[in-house]
């Protein structure tokens, strides 16, 4: 019975059982995780892929400096492109490479368009800028075209060109009388209502030599000797314009005088006119060098130096493309002009001594060779005019009493502080005046102002 009783109490009092229910999905929060890791993924692969590209950059840079120190043989338009060399895997893409054309009728764009860049951050490419540059095919027929146009320019500037002819007349050895020519181009110059006047080089010809001029048309005349300059060789020839007819007269034409006192002539195109490969030739070149000078009596003037190659005995001038005069050819060359090529007194600097000798009158002398005083030098004391480097045998300067290292500071009223301004005195004065000049000379160990008595002469011959 107790048995029994049990069995109930079995069956009536189960044990309790424990049912677990999964816990609910949050999706919104599972997704935000991946988004996450996504992010961090992407900003540490940004950070990888900046700190290699540093590296390699880094690593490479001084081999990079070297190599991009481009020449002509190393880079040109057709191969703009340059790459880094410490990847193997750097390569570039077609399309990049690839010149797009610039439309004519949009020029804001041509600018931008004929830029392109190539970037390949991930293989280690380097960035590089190139300009486009457009090919311009020129032919024989454009060479052509070139020299006929500058034939052209030399012919107008040849109408200022003569040719003077000295013929003397000589014996042989057996007393046979013949007649010895000497010959160099000439310069129209102006004229003053009754001739023309011709500059040409005074040392090919004698003093009793007979004078004939040929003008660009052929007309042939009779010269006479004029004024010279003893400095620079050059001479005056006038010749009589009713010698000229008037068809002569309209052909040729006074020459036109250039500016040489101008910086930024060095590099500009000229042409050589008159002889200076052989009589009646014209030569083309540039100007190579405007800062040698040749220091003479009372004066210092300037060489036109250029690359072209003249003849022995070259004669002329030469002009730039509108036929200005920029200098006249001469022999003469300072110690660093090599002697083979043409060189020219500056024509800036041959102005007022051409006006003086072209109007009859003849150039004063004082007998110095001088030069400005540096800055350095005064500076250290030296007072500032003309400082005195050598005195001509025999000269105004030497019988007054100046000598070597003195510093012209006046002549008369007038101060002078530069060389340039010495030489306007003396070309404004006249053979014979007299003026007191002031010169400061170093004695017992300073500078003491002295006064000297000169009477100029005349620059007669060559020193």
């Known amino acids: 019975m107790d048995h029994k009783t049990d069995e109930n109490k079995t069956e009536n009092y189960q044990f309790i059982t424990e049912k677990r229910k999964n816990k609910p999905i949050n999706k919104q929060k599972i997704l935000w995780r991946v988004v996450s890791t996504v992010i961090l993924a992407v900003v540490f692969g940004a950070v990888s892929a900046g700190v290699f590209t540093l590296m390699v950059r880094s690593n490479g840079s001084a081999d990079t400096r070297e190599r991009v120190d481009f020449t002509p043989e190393e880079q040109t338009p057709e191969d703009p492109v340059e790459t880094d060399t410490s990847s193997d895997n750097a ?3 077609a399309e990049s490479a690839a010149v797009e054309e610039v439309s004519q009728n949009e020029p804001e764009k041509e600018e931008a368009e004929d830029r392109r860049t190539v970037s390949a951050a991930s293989t280690g490419t380097r960035i590089i800028n190139n300009k486009i540059v457009q090919k311009v095919s020129i032919g024989i027929s454009d060479y052509k075209k070139l020299y006929e146009d500058l034939y052209e320019a030399a012919t107008r500037a040849s109408r200022s060109i003569v040719t003077v002819t000295g013929i003397s007349s000589d014996t042989d050895w057996f007393e046979n009388t013949y007649e010895n020519t000497d010959q160099a181009s000439g310069l129209i110059l102006a004229d003053n209502g009754r001739e023309f006047l011709i500059v040409v080089e005074s040392k090919n010809f004698d003093e009793d030599a007979r004078i004939r001029v040929e003008f660009s048309d052929g007309t042939k005349a009779d010269g006479k000797r004029g004024m010279s300059d003893a400095n620079t060789g ?3 020839v006038g010749v009589e314009m009713d010698q000229i007819g008037e068809e002569t007269q309209e052909e040729i ?3 036109t005088l250039g500016n040489t006192s101008a910086s930024g002539m060095v590099g500009e195109p000229i042409i050589a006119i008159g002889s200076p490969i052989g009589l009646n030739s014209i030569a083309y070149g540039f100007v190579t060098s405007t800062g040698q000078t040749l220091n003479m009596v009372d004066r210092n003037i300037h060489l036109v130096n250029t690359d072209i190659y ?7 001038v030469i002009v730039d493309y509108n036929g200005s005069v920029l200098g006249i050819i001469t022999e003469k060359k300072s110690d660093y002009t090599t002697a083979n090529l043409i060189s020219a007194f500056a ?4 102005r007022n001594s051409l006006e003086k000798i072209s ?9 110095i060779y001088g030069t400005d005083v540096p800055a350095e030098a005064m500076e250290e004391g030296v007072p500032e005019g ?8 025999d000269g105004p300067a030497m019988e007054a009493g100046i000598q070597s290292g003195d510093v012209i500071t006046r002549i008369g009223t007038q101060e002078i502080r530069s060389f340039e301004e010495y030489e306007k005195i003396l070309q404004n004065s006249q053979p014979n005046d007299s003026a007191v000049v002031t010169a400061m000379r170093y004695a017992r160990g300073e500078y003491q102002e002295m006064t000297f008595d000169v009477t100029f002469d005349a620059l007669t011959e060559e020193e």
């Open 347 to 350: 024509i800036s600097d041959l």
């Open 386 to 393: 003309v400082y005195v480097a050598e005195i001509v045998m």
């Open 310 to 316: 003249g003849s022995r005995g070259a004669s002329g």
């Open 253 to 255: 034409r006074e020459a």
């Open 91 to 93: 390569t570039v893409s």
């Open 359 to 367: 109007n009859g009158s003849s150039l004063v002398r004082l007998g």
């Open 234 to 236: 050059l001479m005056i």
